[in-house]
């Protein structure tokens, strides 16, 4: 029997690419570049997997491209980067890397809480710049973050993992989502259930966890920043299209809220040309899930999946149930 062949389309850690080569014949891309359509459908000729990156836009014309992919293993927990459907009534499964990211992705949460609620970007910037000339009683003033109350927006595996964080600062959680969660979960994350204007108006920290969908695309808007509280925060580590940039960059220079950190931008990586200018906003080029031992977790599950696909077995952390998938 020929060995599998699978393309992977940017450099994955290597323990993904090990994993992977105990079964298939892989190539990667080793130019840490993103190809065009024309130059994925190039190199995965002939491949049955290919393995995505969240910047690889597959949609049903680059699957068409590429007639003999049946499995794209993405390595992000989000998909949103992906034509489900499109893959779907084409036969081809799609699969994410869930779980191995929650706890990472959490802490960088709390890490761009803490720092925008503390003016840690515009600190550093100001000793950087030897504008740090003595102690001064009024220099750099923050917000507390002990005691406040955290909102949570989106109360899924990493939303949760957010909340649990929350209790050492003695915060008061509230989230809110499509479904409110088991009371058992709610004991356990100390959360309290709220409608989204609740949680607009009675939050002094609003972080974001849910998924790009229709429903969530501009969840904040001009409307939201004015309904907030003026001493506000607001953290996104989900997607940048979550948040209207133009409105978030107008409510910051309007001191309708005090301030946001961002770890996603609508247009990656673009990031909008107001917020650049806004002091009080803190500015990650998309770090979530970035340390070692994650993304290599990240890596290998996607490995995992098309190695499940190859033999014969249900991708195990796939996102759809191909209609007619392909013998
Ligand atoms: C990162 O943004 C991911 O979806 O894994």
Same mark, same amino acid.
């Given at each position: 029997? %020929?060995?599998?062949?699978?393309?992977?389309?940017?450099?994955?850690?290597?323990?993904?690419?090990?994993?992977?080569?105990?079964? &298939?014949?892989?190539?990667?891309?080793?130019?840490?570049?993103?190809?065009?359509?024309?130059?994925?459908?190039?190199?995965?000729?002939? =491949?049955?997997?290919?393995? *995505?990156?969240?910047?690889?836009?597959?949609?049903?014309?680059?699957?068409?491209?590429?007639?003999?992919?049946?499995?794209?293993?993405?390595?992000?927990?989000? &998909?949103?980067?992906?034509?489900?459907?499109?893959?779907?009534?084409? @036969? #081809?499964?799609?699969?994410?890397?869930?779980?191995?990211?929650?706890?990472?992705?959490?802490?960088?949460?709390?890490?761009?809480? /803490?720092?925008?609620?503390?003016?840690?970007?515009?600190?550093?910037?100001?000793?950087?710049? @030897?504008? &740090?000339?003595?102690?001064?009683?009024?220099?750099?003033?923050?917000?507390? #973050?002990?005691?406040?109350?955290?909102?949570?927006?989106?109360?899924?595996?990493?939303?949760?993992?957010?909340?649990?964080? !929350?209790?050492?600062?003695?915060?008061? #959680?509230?989230?809110?989502?499509?479904?409110?969660?088991?009371? !058992?979960?709610?004991?356990? =994350?100390?959360?309290?259930?709220?409608?989204?204007?609740?949680?607009?108006?009675?939050?002094?920290?609003?972080?974001?966890?849910?998924?790009?969908? %229709?429903?969530?695309?501009?969840?904040?808007?001009? *409307?939201?920043? /004015?309904? /907030?509280?003026?001493?506000?925060?607001?953290?996104?580590?989900?997607?940048? %299209?979550?948040?209207?940039? !133009?409105?978030?960059?107008?409510?910051?220079?309007?001191?309708?809220?005090?301030?946001?950190?961002?770890?996603?931008?609508?247009?990656?990586?673009?990031?909008?040309?107001?917020?650049?200018? =806004?002091?009080?906003?803190?500015?990650?080029?998309?770090?979530?899930?970035?340390?070692?031992?994650?993304?290599?977790? /990240?890596?290998?599950?996607? +490995?995992?999946?098309?190695? +499940?696909?190859?033999?014969?077995?249900?991708?195990?952390?796939?996102?759809?149930? %191909?209609?007619?998938?392909?013998?």
């Amino acid at each position: 029997m %020929p060995r599998p062949k699978a393309f992977v389309t940017r450099v994955i850690p290597e323990a993904g690419i090990e994993r992977l080569a105990a079964v &298939y014949d892989a190539e990667v891309n080793r130019e840490d570049r993103q190809l065009s359509p024309q130059e994925i459908a190039g190199h995965a000729k002939g =491949c049955q997997a290919l393995i *995505t990156l969240l910047t690889d836009r597959v949609d049903g014309a680059l699957l068409d491209l590429c007639p003999d992919v049946r499995i794209v293993a993405n390595v992000a927990v989000g &998909y949103d980067n992906v034509d489900v459907p499109a893959a779907t009534e084409r @036969g #081809v499964w799609v699969a994410n890397t869930p779980g191995v990211l929650t706890e990472t992705t959490a802490d960088l949460a709390w890490a761009l809480l /803490m720092a925008t609620a503390r003016r840690l970007g515009e600190a550093e910037r100001f000793v950087r710049a @030897g504008r &740090y000339h003595g102690w001064g009683i009024l220099m750099l003033l923050g917000g507390d #973050v002990h005691g406040k109350t955290l909102g949570i927006v989106g109360f899924g595996r990493i939303g949760q993992a957010v909340a649990k964080r !929350a209790r050492g600062f003695e915060m008061r #959680v509230l989230y809110t989502d499509a479904q409110r969660v088991s009371g !058992a979960v709610e004991h356990d =994350c100390r959360a309290t259930f709220v409608d989204k204007a609740t949680l607009l108006a009675e939050s002094d920290f609003v972080s974001l966890h849910v998924p790009l969908m %229709p429903q969530t695309h501009h969840w904040l808007g001009e *409307t939201e920043f /004015m309904a /907030m509280r003026s001493t506000a925060y607001v953290v996104n580590t989900s997607r940048g %299209p979550v948040i209207d940039e !133009a409105a978030l960059a107008k409510a910051l220079r309007s001191g309708w809220i005090a301030g946001a950190g961002l770890d996603v931008f609508e247009r990656e990586p673009q990031v909008h040309p107001d917020l650049l200018a =806004c002091e009080n906003a803190l500015l990650l080029p998309h770090i979530g899930s970035a340390s070692i031992e994650t993304r290599d977790r /990240m890596a290998t599950i996607a +490995a995992d999946n098309c190695i +499940a696909f190859a033999r014969g077995e249900r991708p195990p952390t796939a996102v759809n149930e %191909p209609v007619q998938a392909k013998a």
